[in-house]
T-cell receptor, first 114, second 111 residues
Framework: DAGVIQSPRHEVTEMGQEVTLRCKPI?????LFWYRQTMMRGLELLIY????????DSGMPEDRFSAKMPNASFSTLKIQPSEPRDSAVYFC????????????FGEGSRLTVL | DAKTTQPTSMDCAEGRAANLPCNHS???????VYWYRQIHSQGPQYIIH?????ETNEMASLIITEDRKSSTLILPHATLRDTAVYYC????????????WGAGTKLIIKP
């Protein structure tokens, strides 16, 4: 299996622009997670899905952030409009219920908002 | 707040065993201990988890004290590629969305 695939790996944009990050989970995994990592706050859970349904989005910073999972093999995290404080590495992870102790992370998308 | 305490950083000589401690004095009876690591510029990688018994896999061994208030992750023969930040997390199995990530231990393997 190719693992969790994220794109783009790097994104540089200007304040006010829309940013879309993409994730393809491991086939057969029922859970998908979006995390954000910064030096100041470490790894933070933004939202997670179970069987394509958002279960907990309490970690989403504000209404500028939205996430969707239209099918079992694709998810997006969108920021509109982006702000410099959104600069971070965004990770997607997936897991399968029988082994919920193990999350499989993608390589991350490094976002820089100027 | 993170429910674990780890040293900020540690060094270990290449080829030696790396022993990473973790305190989790408020762990409840049904919470598991998880270890992940994050190599620079990569996503976190699962290493091992356990409840009360010691566990071993191809990557590491996990030793949990009898009172479960602390644990040690052991990398038996550390290599330079084991240089990473190691995270110790306690959480209920089946609720891994509740993983609370602390600052971890920066482990540096020296040649």
């Amino acid at each position: 299996d190719a693992g969790v695939i994220q794109s783009p790996r790097h994104e540089v944009t200007e304040m006010g622009q829309e940013v879309t990050l993409r994730c393809k989970p491991i086939s057969g995994h029922d859970y998908l997670f979006w995390y954000r990592q910064t030096m100041m706050r470490g790894l933070e859970l933004l939202i997670y899905f179970n069987n394509n349904v958002p279960i907990d989005d309490s970690g989403m910073p504000e209404d500028r952030f939205s996430a969707k999972m239209p099918n079992a093999s694709f998810s997006t995290l969108k920021i509109q409009p982006s702000e410099p404080r959104d600069s971070a590495v965004y990770f997607c992870a997936s897991s399968f219920p029988p082994t919920l102790g193990e999350l499989f992370f993608g390589e991350g998308s490094r976002l820089t908002v100027l | 707040d993170a429910k674990t305490t780890q040293p900020t950083s540690m060094d270990c000589a290449e080829g030696r065993a790396a022993n990473l401690p973790c305190n989790h004095s408020t762990i409840s009876g049904n919470e598991y201990v998880y270890w992940y690591r994050q190599i620079h510029s990569q996503g976190p990688q699962y290493i091992i988890h356990g409840l009360k018994n010691n566990e071993t896999n191809e990557m590491a061994s996990l030793i949990i004290t009898e009172d479960r208030k602390s644990s040690t992750l052991i990398l038996p023969h550390a290599t330079l590629r084991d240089t990473a930040v190691y995270y110790c997390i306690v959480s209920l199995l089946g609720s891994n969305y509740q993983l609370i990530w602390g600052a971890g231990t920066k482990l540096i393997i020296k040649p």
